[in-house]
C-alpha cells in the first residue's frame, strides 16, 4: 500500500474523513436516481400549508402569531418522514452488514449520514420558509440572516439526535411508531428554542436579545452530535 | 438482606407520612393540601435517583457488555417511570385546589412531563426489541441521551416560561422552611429512597430469574 | 489460516452452533455442507467476526479473532446471500464505495482490474438493479478481491446461477487458491463447489458429523454418508 506510514494519526484522519465524505456521496446519488426522498417531501410541505391555513381558519392575524410554531411544526413532521427513512437504503441486500465489517471508527458512517440529512433537511426548510412567505405573506426576508442562524443550529439538533435514532429503529418491530416517539420528548428543547427565538426575530428584535437560546442550541448540539458519534457503534452492531 | 430492607422501607413510609401529615405543621397559605408535597418532592428526587441510575447501568453495559448492567438499566428505568407518574399525579393534585387548574404548563410540571414522555418511550423501545444483546445496547442509547437531556430540558423550559408568566410562587421553596417541614420533607425522601431501593432490588432479581428459565 | 477450537453459540436453550473445530490452511478450500438449518450460515457469520460465539476460540490468519476482530476482518471477505450491493448505484461506484470504506486504495486502474477480473467490465457503468444474480455475486467476488482478502466466505455461492455460472465460480476459486487464498463454501446443493474443495465437512444440528479430504470420497459414497448423517441429525 502507500507509504502513509509516515504520520500514521494523520492518515486515520484522512481515511475517517474520506468514509464519511463516501457515505455522502453514496447517499447524494442514491437520492438523485431514485428521487424517493425530495420531491415526497416538497409536496408535503405544500399539503403542510394548506393543513395549517384550514386548520387555524381565515384569520389573518391568528396565523401570523403562530407562524414560528407552525414553522418549526411543520419542520419536525417533514423530519420525522425524512430522517426516518435515513437507513432503509442499507436493509437491502445486506448492507448494513457490510457496513459492520467496515474497519475503522464506525462514527464516520454516522457523520456522513447526518451531513446527508442535514443537507435534506436543510433544503425542506429552504421551501418551507419560502412558502411560508409567498403563501401566508410574513415578510421573512429582512430577519433572513439570523432566521437562518436559528434554522441552523435547530437543523443540527434534530438530525443529530435523528439520525441516530433511525439507526436505531430501522431493525425494530413497530420503526414509524417508535421513531416518532423516542425523537420527539428529546427534541422539546430544540423545538422550545427555535420557536422562542424565531418568534423573537420576527418580532424584529435584534439578535442579542436571543443570544441564550442560541448558546443553548449550540450546547444541545454539541452534546447530542458527540452523544451521536460516541455511541453510533453500539447501534450498527445489531 | 432485601426482605430487610423492605422492612426498612415500610417503617420508613409509616413514620414519614405520619411526620408530614400529622407532626409537620399546617402550611399558612395554601392549608392542608400543600401536606402532597411530602409525597411529591420525594416522588421526583427518587425519579431523577432513577434516571441517574439508568445512566449508569446504560454505561456500565456499553463498557462492560456484562447484563447485570443492564437489568439495573431496566428496572431503573421502569421505577423512574412510576415515580415520574406519581409525581406528576400528586403534582396536578397540589395545583388544583392552588392555581384551581388540573394542569398547568409551570416549568417544574412540564420538565417532568417531558421527562416522563422520555422514559416511556425507553420502555416502549426495550418491550419491542426480543434479542437481549440489542435491546440492552439500544435502551442504554437511548438511556444516557436521556439522561444526558435533562438539564438542557430543565434550562429550555424554564426560560421558554419565563418568557410567558413571571415565575409564580410555587411554594415552600421560595419561603424559608420551617424545621418540621424540613424534617418532615427529608424523612419522607429517606423513605422513598429505602422503597425505591427495595423494589430495584426485586425487580433486578426477577429479571435475572427470568432470563436464566 | 482458520483454527477454530470448540465453537458454540445458543440462543437462549437453543444451540445452533454445538462444538465445531476445524482447521484450515492457506490454499484450502473446504466444502461445508449441511441441510437448511443446520447452522452453516450462522458458522460462516461467527468466521466472519459477524457473531460472536457464546463459548470458543478462533484465530484467523494468526490473529485471535475475538479479541481482535478487526485484525481478522481485514483478512476475511464474504459474499453472502445479501453481497452488500446498492442497486442504484453502478458497478464501479460499489466498488469505489466499499473499498474506500475499508481504506484501502480507489484508483480507477485498480477498480477496471477487479471488474476485468470477475469480467464485469463490460457493464461497470450499468446500475446494479440491472444485474441479474450471478452477476451481483460476481460483483461482491470483485469487492473481496479488491479488499484484497484472503480467506473468502462464500454462503451458498451457487444458488441461482446457472451451469456456466457455476462454472465461472469454480475456476474463480481454483485462482483464488493457486493464489495463496484459502476459502470456505456453504452450500446445501452438490452440483458445485466440490470440484474445487480440498475438504467436505457436513454440519449437522450445530455439529460438524464429517470432515474428510475430498479426494478420500467417491461422489455417491459422500451423498450416502450426507443422506445418513443428516437423517439422524434431523429434528
Known sequence: ?238 | MTRALGWLAVLGLVVGLGAGFGYAPREAVQGNVQRIMYLHVPAVLTAYLAFGLVLAGSIGYLATRRPSWDRLAAAAGELGVLFTGLTIVSGSIWGKPTWGTWWTWDARLTSTAVLFMVYVGYLLLRSLIEDPDARARYAAVVGILGAVNIPIVHFSVKWWRALHQPSTILGPERSPIDPAIGLALFVNWVAFTLLFAYFLARRMEIARLEEQT | ?235
Open chain 3, 1 to 235: 489460516m482458520i483454527a477454530a477450537r470448540e465453537l458454540r453459540k445458543t440462543y437462549g436453550s437453543n444451540r445452533v452452533i454445538d462444538g465445531v473445530s476445524f482447521e484450515l490452511g492457506p490454499g484450502q478450500c473446504l466444502a461445508l455442507l449441511g441441510p437448511n438449518g443446520a447452522g452453516k450460515t450462522t458458522l460462516l457469520r461467527i468466521l466472519a467476526t459477524l457473531l460472536r460465539p457464546t463459548t470458543g476460540s478462533l484465530s484467523i490468519g494468526g490473529a485471535d479473532a475475538l479479541r481482535e476482530p478487526e485484525r481478522a476482518r481485514a483478512l476475511v471477505g464474504m459474499v453472502a446471500h445479501g453481497s452488500y450491493v446498492y442497486e442504484d448505484l453502478t458497478a464501479r461506484e460499489n466498488l469505489r464505495f466499499w473499498e474506500t470504506m475499508r481504506g484501502g486504495d480507489t484508483a480507477p486502474g485498480r477498480l477496471a482490474a477487479a471488474l476485468a477480473q470477475v469480467e464485469l467490465d463490460g457493464v461497470a457503468d450499468e446500475r446494479v438493479r440491472t444485474f441479474s444474480a450471478g452477476m451481483k455475486r460476481r460483483l461482491g467476488l470483485a469487492r473481496v478481491l479488491l479488499g484484497q482478502a484472503r480467506l473468502l466466505l462464500l454462503d451458498e455461492p451457487f444458488t441461482g446461477l446457472d451451469r456456466r455460472g457455476r462454472k465461472w465460480v469454480n475456476e474463480f476459486l481454483l485462482g483464488f487458491k493457486a493464489a495463496g487464498g484459502a476459502a470456505v463454501l456453504a452450500t446445501h446443493s452438490f452440483g458445485g463447489g466440490l470440484g474445487v474443495a480440498d475438504r467436505v465437512a457436513i454440519l449437522g444440528s450445530g455439529r460438524l458429523l464429517m470432515d474428510r479430504p475430498a479426494s478420500d470420497l467417491a461422489p455417491e459414497e459422500l451423498h450416502r454418508l450426507y443422506e445418513s448423517l443428516t437423517e439422524g441429525a434431523e429434528q
Open chain 1, 1 to 238: 500500500m502507500s507509504a502513509c506510514a509516515k504520520e500514521p494519526g494523520r492518515s486515520a484522519v484522512v481515511a475517517y474523513t474520506k468514509r464519511a465524505w463516501i457515505v455522502l456521496w453514496k447517499d447524494f446519488l442514491i437520492e438523485r436516481r431514485a428521487k424517493e426522498h425530495a420531491n415526497a417531501l416538497l409536496f408535503f410541505c405544500l399539503l403542510l400549508l394548506f393543513l395549517f391555513q384550514f386548520a387555524l381558519g381565515p384569520d389573518r392575524e391568528r396565523l401570523a402569531t403562530a407562524v414560528p410554531g407552525l414553522l418549526w411544526l411543520g419542520f419536525i413532521l417533514a423530519g420525522l418522514l425524512g430522517l426516518g427513512r435515513s437507513f432503509l437504503g442499507e436493509r437491502d441486500n445486506d448492507c448494513w452488514e457490510g457496513l459492520r465489517l467496515t474497519p475503522g471508527d464506525k462514527s464516520a458512517i454516522y457523520l456522513g449520514k447526518l451531513a446527508g440529512n442535514c443537507v435534506l433537511m436543510t433544503a425542506v426548510e429552504i421551501i418551507l420558509v419560502v412558502l411560508f412567505g409567498v403563501f401566508y405573506n410574513i415578510d421573512l426576508w429582512t430577519p433572513a440572516a439570523p432566521l437562518a442562524l436559528v434554522l441552523a443550529l435547530g437543523t443540527i439538533g434534530l438530525a443529530a439526535v435523528g439520525t441516530l435514532f433511525a439507526a436505531m429503529t430501522t431493525q425494530v418491530r413497530a420503526r414509524e411508531l417508535l421513531f416518532p416517539v423516542l425523537l420527539l420528548p428529546v427534541q422539546v428543547p430544540v423545538l422550545l428554542a427555535t420557536v422562542s427565538a424565531t418568534q423573537a426575530l420576527l418580532l424584529g428584535q435584534p439578535l442579542a436579545d436571543v443570544a441564550h437560546w442560541l448558546k443553548l442550541l449550540a450546547g444541545a448540539d454539541l452534546v447530542y452530535v458527540t452523544i451521536g458519534i460516541l455511541t453510533f457503534e453500539f447501534v450498527l452492531e445489531g
